[in-house]
């Protein structure tokens, strides 16, 4: 499972069961009334609910203290990881794991996608919550664990890396569990404070959830006509030739590969886009176009741009992933305001 694209189903499949969806909608504060009357102040506007989920990762704690619930404390460490080139995926066909020690990881798996991903290293603490950079000498530390595991890996093959914040929390009965409970002091709202491996357990945690919900006084009611199924769209280049032939009569531009290193179609990147992603680190985790050898360096601008044409926005309001990340800043040879 690859958990962006899994977790795009599953928020496609509550749209379609009735979920009002609100993307890129800060929560900057609560209110409240009384019990069980909350507002929830947004950059969009307050909405009203008399039940709320704190699900807010790292930051967790900042919105727990919005409710009066100052002492869930989050405790960071940073983790490295770099994703190998496809040409040395037959290195290793399962997960193959060192466990050294509490301080850090070391191991070298096969991706969803057929990549190898490397990671993690010594554990450090980061500056901020935001701290996500690779240093050179962190990257080498990583791929030099990874050589102790499997000989063969090379610095060479790394086409990306990043870096992840983990959280402990001080709330949880045993350091390093998860701390799931109703707010001692707002009742109604939930907490859910994960950390690794959150991802893992999650369909477990939301039906903790449900139920600590319905034990706050939910009343909850199983939905009837709840739609099972969410239509997925098949990847062009896991096709067989019979389907390839189908998708290029039904849609030529199938015939039209835009991501040379994932073999991605312009069908593919419109049909995300038509479906919602509005950000290139949107569509390439829907598509995978710019996450091959090149990362983009040829696919990239070809990207940008369909977002910009088909969402009816200049390529200078395409963000990478959200307000802030911009990718274009002008235009050298025409003014910008013949792209309105
Ligand atoms: C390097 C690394 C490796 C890991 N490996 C594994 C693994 O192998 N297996 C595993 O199971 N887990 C793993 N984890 C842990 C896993 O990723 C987390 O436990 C999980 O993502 C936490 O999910 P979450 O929904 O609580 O938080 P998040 O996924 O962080 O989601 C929180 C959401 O809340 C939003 N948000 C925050 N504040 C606000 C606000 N004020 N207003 C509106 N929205 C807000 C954020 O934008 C975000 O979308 C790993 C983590 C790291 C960093």
Redesign the pocket.
């Known amino acids: 499972i690859y958990?962006p694209e899994w977790t795009f189903a599953l928020v496609e499949n509550a749209v379609q069961n009735g979920l009002e969806l609100y993307l890129s909608?800060?929560?900057?504060d609560i209110g409240r009334e009384k019990d069980f009357q909350y507002d929830v102040v947004?950059s969009k506007g307050i909405l009203g609910t008399r039940y709320l989920v704190n699900?807010?990762?790292?930051?967790?704690d900042?919105?727990a203290r919005m409710v009066g619930d100052n002492d869930i404390k989050l405790i960071l460490t940073?983790?490295?990881?770099a994703i190998l080139d496809k040409s040395v995926s037959h290195l290793v066909r399962n997960m193959v794991y060192g466990s050294y020690g509490k301080d850090h990881s070391q191991l070298v798996t096969p991706t969803a996608h057929g990549n190898i991903l490397i990671?993690?290293g010594y554990f450090t603490c980061p500056e901020h919550k935001a701290d996500t950079g690779v240093s050179g000498e962190k990257l080498s530390e990583v791929v030099e664990m990874a050589k102790e595991l499997i000989p063969a890996v090379s610095e060479k093959d790394v086409i990306t890396s990043f870096?992840?914040?983990?959280?402990e929390n001080t709330k949880a009965q045993v350091m390093g569990d998860f701390y799931i409970g109703e707010s001692e002091h707002a009742p109604g709202v939930i907490h859910?404070?994960?950390?690794?491996?959150?991802?893992?357990?999650?369909p477990a945690i939301a039906e903790y959830v449900i139920e600590l919900l319905s034990r706050a006084g939910m009343a909850m009611e199983e939905k009837k006509d709840f739609k099972k199924h969410r239509t997925g769209w098949r990847r062009f280049e896991e096709a067989s030739f019979s389907e390839k032939e189908k998708m290029l009569a039904s849609d030529p531009r199938y015939g039209h590969v835009v991501c040379r290193c994932e073999q991605v179609t312009e069908a593919e990147i419109l049909e995300a886009i038509r479906r919602g992603a509005d950000t290139t680190d949107a569509v390439k985790h829907l598509t995978r176009a710019g996450m091959g050898r090149c990362q983009g360096g040829f696919c990239g601008t070809g990207v940008l741009n369909y977002l910009a044409r088909y969402m009816g926005i200049s390529p200078t309001d395409v963000t990478k992933k959200g307000v802030g990340s911009y990718q274009v800043c002008g235009f050298t040879k025409e003014k910008r305001s013949q792209h309105g």
């Not at 994960?194 to 357990?201: R, V, W």
């Open positions: 958990a909608t800060e929560v900057k947004t699900a807010a990762g790292l930051f967790v900042e919105i940073k983790g490295v990881m990671g993690m870096a992840g914040i983990r959280s859910a404070a994960i950390g690794s491996p959150g991802l893992t357990a999650a």
